[in-house]
């Protein structure tokens, strides 16, 4: 997420009261999460176990929950609750704007599309050219739609990421500042959910279709031409390449990437990366070829075992 104007360190530090190593004019230009983070951004850190993999990444800015050696041409903000500060800059940034019209003045709709009863949207909206909103969907602030894009009755874009930071007293919820960005030519079903990122986009490129009730996580992203069936899960930080098809009911965890052109059968259960231009199914997710092998070896095993006797 950038800023809308160039910050200065210390009035970020300012704004969530806390101390900083640098120079006080050192430039910020956003806050991310550590995976798309660029020079100029805030990172936030509060474990040991990622100290290093934050203070080495592309952020420029740290916030840190302990005083340590700054490297070269970076800077730091020392905060006792790295977390929650996080959460107010996203919130003195990005503050949530209440609506009460269905379709806000400041939304941008293209020539030719149309937009069907009871449907919100949201401030800022940008919508392309002969686009069809169908009934009761639900588009929040912030939200990008391309050109072509038909968008089925019930379907939310832009809710929360499903983030939140295990406390003595409860779940903290990291809040959401990111959008979503639908390509040209995608159709989403009937009462899907596409949340929004957490600073980034949750993208769905050029092309794709999405069957009914299929759920993408924050801050995922889908390739063009992909086919995804009904009853999908698919959790944060997803890279979905090209051509993929996923069927019915697949569970994707968060983080993984699943290749150009693979395909993913029904109910499969992917746990970690599937390499691309092969099929898979069962859980954890293997090449459907071996899995067939494996189940036609435990077929065998009575006859094995009345052989044996």
């Known amino acids: ?16 009261g806390c101390t900083y190593v640098g120079a006080d004019s050192f430039p910020v230009y956003g806050l991310n999460e550590i995976h798309v983070v660029t020079p100029g951004d805030i990172v936030f850190v509060d474990h040991p176990k990622y100290y290093d993999k934050a203070l080495q990444s592309d952020a420029t800015i ?6 340590v050696e700054c490297p070269e041409g970076k800077a730091l903000l020392i905060s006792d609750d790295p977390f929650r ?38 401030n ?19 939200i990008i739609i391309g050109n072509e894009v038909t968008i089925h009755a019930g379907t939310v874009l832009g809710a929360d990421a499903f983030y939140y930071k295990n406390r003595p007293e409860g779940f903290d919820q990291l809040l959401s500042g990111g959008r979503v960005v639908i390509g040209d030519r995608v159709t989403l079903g009937a009462s899907c959910t596409i949340d929004r990122g957490v600073t980034g986009d949750t993208t769905i490129s050029a092309g794709t279709k999405i069957d ?20 999908t899960g698919i959790a944060g930080c997803v890279v979905i390449e090209d051509e993929v098809t996923i069927w019915g009911q697949v569970g994707i965890t968060s983080g993984v990437t699943i290749g150009h052109k693979a395909v993913l059968m029904a109910q499969c259960g992917a746990t970690k990366s599937l390499k691309g231009g092969k099929a ?30």
């Open 124 to 142: 800022n909206v940008v919508i392309g050219e002969n686009c069809v909103i169908h009934p009761n969907v639900t588009i929040y602030d912030n």
């Open 85 to 122: 500060d996080f959460n107010k800059l996203t919130k003195h940034f990005n503050p949530f704007q209440p609506s009460s019209v269905a379709i806000s003045p400041s939304a941008k709709i293209g020539q030719g599309t149309i937009i069907q009863p009871n449907t919100f949207v949201g």
């Open 280 to 309: 898979y199914f069962g859980t954890p997710a293997q090449e459907t070829r071996e899995q067939l092998k494996q189940i036609a070896n435990t077929k065998r095993i009575p006859e094995i075992l009345e052989k044996l006797k």
């Open 62 to 67: 740290i916030l840190i929950n302990k005083e």
């Open 212 to 231: 009914n009730q299929v759920h993408v996580g924050h801050d995922t992203v889908i390739g063009k031409k992909c086919l995804i069936a009904s009853q």
């Open 1 to 16: 997420m950038k800023f809308p104007t160039l910050q200065k360190l210390s009035d970020i530090a300012d704004i969530i």
